[in-house]
């Protein structure tokens, strides 16, 4: 099995910043694709970052320029960088990985999602 856990969520000010990391351990030959999302409450679940085994990103429009999303591939970890909060920022954000466990085919992991909250 493998773990993912998020952490670095909390409340912070309109314009501030904060750091989330999502952790991989288990049993994990290689971790590919990794990608963030948010879901704020009452609406659906949203895409905010994603990134490739190389490195190659991908971002949301309504993050671009403010996020950045970057990764350990030594530490199985990764990392979403948050400045220029927004109120509308304000969500669960959760990351996924496509995990090679040994298994036939790649496999989907998901944390538990960790609370960000941008309000004064």
């Known amino acids: 099995q493998v773990q993912l856990v998020e952490s670095g969520g909390g409340l912070e000010q309109p314009g501030g910043s904060l750091r989330l990391s999502c952790a991989a351990s288990g049993r994990i030959f290689s971790l590919n694709a990794m990608t963030w999302y948010r879901q704020a409450t009452g609406k659906q679940r949203e895409l905010v970052a994603s990134?490739?085994?190389?490195?190659?990103?991908n971002y949301a429009d309504s993050v671009k320029g403010r996020f950045t999303i970057s990764r350990d591939n030594a530490k199985n970890t990764m990392y979403l960088q948050m400045n220029s909060l927004k109120p509308e920022d304000t969500a669960v954000y959760s990351c996924s990985a496509q995990v090679d466990d040994g298994g036939t085919y790649l496999r989907p992991y998901w944390g538990q999602g960790t609370q960000v909250t941008v309000s004064s």
């Open positions: 990134i490739t085994r190389s490195g190659i990103t």
